[in-house]
């Protein structure tokens, strides 16, 4: 069964440093792309950042140049490295899939709770 599940959430200041994890199973995630999302009440959900197959990063401008996305495939295992973290990056922090083994199907885990506060 294909499952992806987040850890690494919690209670930061803003100036802090945080690490999100992504381990997949069902699948050989190496093959697919992994995408970061996050989503605060009321608002959509967006993306974050972005690792294809290929190794390209992507990121969306308000996290560009403070987060890192990076994957290590014999984990099975995608990152989110969050540097000088802000108050507007709380959120529920989503780890997706898609491509590769997944085919054209898109699946989601069930995401880790980031709290920015001083």
């Known amino acids: 069964q294909v499952q992806l599940v987040e850890s690494g959430g919690g209670l930061v200041q803003p100036g802090d440093s945080l690490r999100l994890s992504c381990v997949a199973s069902?699948?050989?995630?190496?093959?697919?792309?992994m995408t970061w999302f996050r989503q605060s009440p009321g608002k959509e959900r967006r993306l974050v950042a972005t690792k294809t197959s290929g190794g390209r990063s992507v990121y969306a401008d308000a996290v560009e140049g403070r987060f890192t996305i990076s994957r290590d495939n014999e984990k099975n295992t995608v990152y989110l490295q969050m540097n000088n973290i802000k108050t507007e990056d709380t959120a529920n922090y989503y780890c997706?899939?898609?491509?590769?083994?997944?085919?054209?199907?898109?699946?989601w885990g069930q995401g880790t709770q980031v709290t920015v506060s001083s």
């Open positions: 069902g699948f050989h995630s190496s093959s697919s792309a």
């Open positions: 997706s899939a898609a491509g590769g083994d997944l085919g054209g199907d898109a699946y």
